[in-house]
T-cell receptor
């Protein structure tokens, strides 16, 4: 089983460029999340979705947009990348409230 | 808002016990979790405890919950070099029905042979 798959695994962007990170899960989970991980700050929630067609803001949503057109996919977009968005991005999915969250392997993004 | 705090670093010798501590603020959290992150990998759920429990044991892992003080700890018995990783404490956001978790900063556990 693939579980939660993130693409790409690594990316370098120039300031002002745009890109989309893809998260795919094959566990039929309703809930999906995008986090960023920065040294000494743990994981911070960017956006999340509680079902197909729904999205909501997390703790640090500015500069990002998301879409959940299909239940199995959750896309994270950066419209105009900034160096402050250099981070490791993790996608996670879960079956519902108070259930285990399954994480992808992460995407290391560098904005120069 | 909700907050989860952890110490950043712990170093132990192989065979010793490790105790990683965590404090949280959301008193309505129903579940508290411990995740492990190995270098270059995502997070993997180690164990969790329901808020009406004081203790949970799972092989070498013991979770203690003091709900009055909002303090959670993870004890790893007979710590091995393979236990070296970053350990994250996380709490579920009480009544939001969104499955959202708030994570601590992570504690880096270094196990010396």
């Amino acid at each position: 089983n693939a579980g939660v798959t993130q693409t790409p695994k690594f990316r370098v962007l120039k300031t002002g460029q745009s890109m989309t990170l893809l998260c795919a899960q094959d566990m039929n989970h309703e809930y999906m999340y995008w986090y960023r991980q920065d040294p000494g700050m743990g994981l911070r929630l960017i956006h999340y979705s509680v079902g197909e067609g729904t999205t909501a803001k997390g703790e640090v949503p500015d500069g990002y947009n998301v879409s959940r057109l299909k239940k199995q996919n959750f896309l994270l977009g950066l419209e105009s990348a900034a160096p402050s968005q250099t981070s490791v991005y993790f996608c996670a999915s879960g079956a519902g409230e108070n259930t285990e969250a399954f994480f992808g392997q992460g995407t290391r993004l560098t904005v120069v | 808002g909700e907050d989860v705090e952890q110490s950043l670093f712990l170093s132990v010798r192989e065979g010793d016990s490790s105790v990683i501590n965590c404090t949280y603020t959301d008193s309505s959290s129903t579940y508290l979790y411990w995740y492990k992150q190995e270098p270059g990998a995502g997070l993997q759920l180690l164990t969790y405890i329901f808020s009406n429990m004081d203790m949970k044991q799972d092989q070498r892992l013991t979770v203690l919950l003091n709900k009055k003080d909002k303090h959670l700890s993870l004890r790893i018995a007979d710590t091995q070099t393979g236990d070296s990783a970053i350990y994250f404490c996380a709490e579920s956001i009480g009544s939001s029905n969104t499955g959202k978790l708030i994570f601590g900063q992570g504690t880096t556990l270094q196990v010396k042979p």
